[in-house]
């Protein structure tokens, strides 16, 4: 049964209007196209890092990108490197692109900045990914058996080293099949895409807008993503996503939907990639289309969530039935996931390429992670780590993550299993892994080069790194919790209900901008845990039985209007909030937020994030990047005219400790009490006691 659903909902998703290789050409207007804002001529970087190598022997892993549908023309490879000045011949750098040796060059002791361009085949221009090889060899003295492992011997490859893509006018246009390109692609600099929405756009248009945006996001981290209403499109200069329902739109959008003959139908979004051309430039675009608003949030997943953007094919889609996909935020990543394969390095090849993932928002850091490793090693290791004593403590395997080192000794790894395997546990801050947006994991090994200069056998030690190697942590549980301590739970977690994000009726780009940043902040894994709804839409029974945030100025929302004596920031007579009851200055606050249970349903938290006074910006970078760093408990904050954000944490923790404190006088206060009527009850007792002994004696003297 299982495998008959798949097998539907892949038949559905795959059935098009139109299956060609490459997107269908429109012709348009010449005023409409501008010149390409983001030249895609462009340049993918290949590292981020100064990277160094040194000598005798080292390597360094790279790889670049060719975008499915680029350029046919001739894509470069531009290394810039410098090499010591120490160098003599037969010092080599050595280009392997693909396996396959492109390039040798000699380095003969100039220490000045060069540059080495490569020019790519066919088959290194292929669409995909490719690997470049950098191979060092170092010699500084003539001779045999002469140690050549000396500081001075080393080549520095610079993060200016880069792809060069040819110009996108001779680009063959692409598919929905390689979506999110051309809308965001991996590695790229200076990437910029549009989102279009219609002039008024319903929530539905908003939160399809938004999700789509945090998509991109994931893919690539460095895009910049800007929303665009209708009536401001004056020229198409960049990769544009129009997102509406056909209704909604009046101006430019509608004519280039009617000259495309594109039209949603019924229960089905339509999915439609275009390249549109005029005298000379191209640009692409996409149409996601539906009816309803309706439609359009239940089916905009299809390109804001991966379950479904790898099935995407074809230039046409109208997309029917979609289960909803459970998200289950996964607290175990294998290397896998992070885009490594199973990798070897050791003493010819020291490092591997760098990894990433998305971060997790949602990860426990007052609970232990874990990196747990499958690996194989030479005997040849083994074998030194027996011969010397040094040599066995240089040994190392070194795990980055995130730029901090975790080291393995290599001659301690224990017991093989039954299938020759090593297995070991590193313990991993995890505080570190939510310090950038991307987990970032590296492998380096240190000490496997022989410095004996007559062995001979440098290559035969290395270290194998199984795919299957685990990262784990522990995920915050999403009990209701009014406190920014936890953000964005229980904002972002798993729910029966998603959190309702509440927005004014009028939705400015500005506020969009702010929706984008409040659920930027959710994480990746967490971007269908909300849903967006205008304050007119929102009634009191809408807002039982989940979570709410609200993004706008009091006066905007009917519903915290009726409930204002309620909220945990009073206003003042003139409808601002007054902030001095929480030791903070009214005269110097901007922006305010704050969180408390829903007034709605105790059950749940609310969170406000507002101006202080009027219908101006409500939500901020700074707030936003405070909330995701703060570890404080705190219900109230603000951000000051000087862009300085405050908190009410000293004040609750004043009051947790005078409470404790009257706590503790109290419990002290019974145990007095407590001790005096004991004793009272040991003097009675003793009394009647006593009372007792002297009756019987005085019956004993008259008998």
């Given at each position: 049964?299982?495998?008959?659903?798949?097998?539907?909902?892949?038949?559905?998703?795959?059935?098009?209007?139109?299956?060609?290789?490459f997107?269908?050409?429109?012709?348009?207007?010449?005023?409409?196209?501008?010149?390409?804002?983001?030249?895609?001529?462009?340049?993918?970087?290949?590292?981020?890092?100064?990277?160094?190598?040194?000598?005798?022997?080292?390597?360094?892993?790279?790889?670049?990108?060719?975008?499915?549908?680029?350029?046919?023309?001739?894509q470069?490879?531009?290394?810039?490197?410098?090499?010591?000045?120490?160098?003599?011949?037969?010092?080599?750098?050595?280009?392997?692109?693909?396996?396959?040796?492109?390039?040798?060059?000699?380095?003969?002791?100039?220490?000045?900045?060069?540059?080495?361009?490569?020019?790519?085949?066919?088959?290194?221009?292929?669409?995909?990914?490719?690997?470049?090889?950098?191979?060092f060899?170092?010699?500084?003295?003539?001779?045999?058996?002469?140690?050549?492992?000396?500081?001075?011997?080393?080549?520095?490859?610079?993060?200016?080293?880069?792809?060069?893509?040819?110009?996108s006018?001779?680009?063959?246009?692409?598919?929905?099949?390689?979506?999110?390109?051309?809308?965001?692609?991996?590695g790229?600099?200076?990437?910029?895409?549009?989102?279009?929405?219609?002039?008024?756009?319903?929530?539905?248009?908003?939160?399809?807008?938004?999700?789509?945006?945090?998509?991109?996001?994931?893919?690539?981290?460095?895009?910049?993503?800007?929303?665009?209403?209708?009536?401001?499109?004056?020229?198409?200069?960049?990769?544009?996503?129009?997102?509406?329902?056909?209704?909604?739109?009046?101006?430019?959008?509608?004519?280039?939907?009617?000259?495309?003959?594109?039209?949603?139908?019924g229960?089905?979004?339509?999915l439609?990639?275009?390249?549109?051309?005029?005298?000379?430039?191209?640009?692409?675009?996409?149409?996601?289309?539906a009816?309803?608003?309706?439609?359009?949030?239940?089916?905009?997943?299809?390109?804001?969530?991966?379950?479904?953007?790898g099935?995407?094919?074809?230039?046409?889609?109208?997309?029917?039935?979609?289960?909803?996909?459970?998200?289950?935020?996964?607290?175990?990543?294998?290397?896998?996931?992070?885009?490594?394969?199973?990798?070897?390095?050791?003493?010819?090849?020291?490092?591997?390429?760098?990894?990433?993932?998305?971060?997790?928002?949602?990860?426990?850091?007052?609970?232990?992670?874990?990196?747990?490793?499958?690996?194989?090693?030479?005997?040849?290791?083994?074998?030194?780590?027996?011969?010397s004593?040094?040599?066995?403590?240089?040994?190392?395997?070194?795990?980055?993550?995130?730029?901090?080192?975790?080291?393995?000794?290599?001659?301690?790894?224990?017991?093989?299993?039954?299938?020759g395997?090593?297995?070991?546990?590193?313990?991993?801050d995890?505080?570190?892994?939510?310090?950038?947006?991307?987990?970032?994991?590296?492998?380096?090994?240190?000490?496997?080069?022989?410095?004996?200069?007559?062995?001979?056998?440098?290559?035969?030690?290395?270290?194998?790194?199984?795919?299957?190697?685990?990262?784990?942590?522990?995920?915050?549980?999403?009990?209701?919790?009014?406190?920014f301590?936890?953000?964005?739970?229980?904002?972002?977690?798993?729910?029966e209900?998603?959190?309702?994000?509440?927005?004014?009726?009028?939705?400015?780009?500005?506020?969009?901008?702010?929706?984008?940043?409040?659920?930027?902040?959710?994480?990746?894994?967490?971007?269908?845990?909300?849903?967006?709804?205008?304050?007119?839409?929102?009634?009191?029974?809408?807002?039982?039985?989940?979570?709410?945030?609200?993004?706008?100025?009091?006066?905007?929302?009917?519903?915290?209007?009726?409930?204002?004596?309620?909220?945990?920031?009073?206003?003042?007579?003139?409808?601002?909030?007054?902030?001095?009851?929480?030791?903070?200055?009214?005269?110097t606050?901007?922006?305010?937020?704050?969180?408390?249970?829903?007034?709605?349903?105790?059950?749940?938290?609310?969170?406000?994030?507002?101006?202080?006074?009027?219908?101006?910006?409500?939500?901020?970078?700074?707030i936003?990047?405070?909330?995701?760093?703060?570890?404080d408990?705190?219900?109230?904050?603000?951000?000051?005219?000087?862009?300085?954000?405050?908190?009410?944490?000293?004040?609750?923790?004043?009051?947790?400790?005078?409470?404790?404190?009257?706590?503790t006088?109290?419990?002290?206060?019974?145990?007095?009490?407590?001790?005096?009527?004991?004793?009272?009850?040991?003097?009675?007792?003793?009394?009647?006691?006593?009372?007792?002994?002297?009756?019987?004696?005085?019956?004993?003297?008259?008998?």
């Amino acid at each position: 049964m299982k495998q008959l659903l798949i097998f539907l909902t892949s038949f559905l998703l795959l059935a098009a209007t139109g299956q060609s290789a490459f997107a269908q050409e429109m012709q348009v207007d010449g005023s409409l196209l501008g010149k390409s804002s983001r030249e895609q001529a462009k340049q993918q970087v290949l590292t981020n890092d100064l990277m160094t190598l040194y000598g005798s022997k080292d390597s360094a892993e790279l790889t670049y990108q060719i975008p499915a549908g680029a350029s046919s023309g001739s894509q470069q490879l531009v290394i810039e490197y410098e090499a010591s000045d120490l160098l003599i011949s037969p010092s080599s750098l050595t280009a392997v692109i693909d396996n396959e040796p492109v390039k040798t060059l000699k380095l003969n002791g100039d220490s000045k900045r060069k540059i080495l361009k490569l020019n790519l085949n066919k088959s290194q221009s292929a669409p995909g990914y490719h690997s470049v090889s950098l191979k060092f060899y170092g010699v500084m003295k003539e001779g045999v058996c002469v140690r050549q492992d000396t500081s001075g011997n080393w080549i520095k490859i610079y993060p200016d080293s880069r792809l060069t893509l040819a110009d996108s006018s001779e680009a063959k246009g692409t598919s929905l099949e390689h979506y999110p390109y051309p809308f965001a692609q991996s590695g790229n600099t200076a990437e910029e895409t549009a989102i279009v929405i219609p002039d008024n756009p319903s929530s539905a248009e908003i939160e399809a807008a938004v999700k789509t945006e945090g998509y991109l996001k994931t893919a690539d981290s460095s895009v910049s993503i800007s929303f665009v209403k209708e009536s401001e499109v004056k020229q198409i200069d960049k990769p544009t996503i129009f997102i509406g329902v056909d209704k909604h739109w009046n101006g430019k959008v509608k004519k280039l939907i009617k000259q495309a003959g594109l039209q949603a139908k019924g229960e089905k979004l339509l999915l439609a990639e275009r390249v549109l051309k005029a005298q000379g430039k191209q640009q692409p675009v996409l149409f996601a289309q539906a009816a309803s608003d309706d439609v359009l949030s239940e089916k905009i997943s299809v390109i804001a969530d991966q379950t479904y953007t790898g099935q995407l094919s074809g230039e046409t889609l109208s997309i029917g039935k979609l289960q909803k996909a459970e998200k289950q935020v996964s607290n175990k990543l294998t290397l896998e996931k992070f885009g490594a394969e199973d990798m070897t390095i050791g003493a010819d090849k020291t490092s591997s390429a760098h990894y990433f993932y998305p971060a997790s928002a949602m990860i426990d850091q007052n609970q232990s992670a874990k990196l747990s490793l499958k690996l194989k090693k030479s005997e040849t290791i083994q074998a030194a780590a027996a011969e010397s004593g040094s040599a066995s403590q240089a040994a190392e395997l070194k795990v980055l993550i995130n730029g901090q080192p975790h080291s393995v000794r290599l001659d301690e790894l224990g017991k093989e299993d039954k299938n020759g395997y090593y297995h070991v546990t590193l313990k991993v801050d995890p505080e570190l892994l939510q310090k950038n947006r991307y987990i970032d994991i590296q492998f380096i090994t240190t000490g496997l080069k022989e410095n004996n200069p007559c062995n001979t056998t440098d290559e035969e030690k290395w270290v194998f790194i199984d795919k299957s190697s685990t990262l784990s942590y522990t995920i915050k549980g999403t009990s209701p919790s009014a406190d920014f301590k936890e953000w964005p739970l229980p904002y972002a977690g798993n729910q029966e209900q998603a959190t309702l994000i509440v927005l004014p009726d009028s939705v400015s780009k500005s506020k969009l901008k702010e929706l984008s940043l409040v659920t930027d902040s959710f994480g990746s894994e967490a971007q269908q845990s909300f849903t967006v709804r205008k304050a007119s839409e929102v009634k009191a029974e809408d807002a039982k039985g989940r979570n709410l945030i609200f993004i706008g100025g009091i006066s905007q929302f009917s519903l915290l209007k009726e409930k204002s004596s309620d909220l945990l920031v009073p206003q003042a007579k003139n409808g601002s909030f007054d902030v001095s009851g929480f030791e903070m200055l009214n005269e110097t606050t901007k922006q305010v937020a704050f969180t408390q249970a829903s007034l709605w349903d105790s059950n749940y938290t609310m969170a406000v994030f507002a101006p202080l006074k009027g219908n101006g910006a409500a939500v901020t970078k700074e707030i936003i990047s405070f909330l995701n760093s703060n570890d404080d408990t705190a219900t109230v904050i603000n951000e000051t005219n000087s862009q300085q954000v405050f908190t009410n944490h000293q004040q609750l923790k004043s009051e947790t400790n005078s409470s404790e404190t009257e706590k503790t006088a109290q419990d002290h206060g019974q145990q007095l009490l407590y001790i005096g009527v004991l004793a009272l009850m040991m003097v009675i007792a003793a009394a009647f006691i006593w009372v007792t002994v002297r009756r019987r004696k005085r019956k004993t003297d008259r008998e």
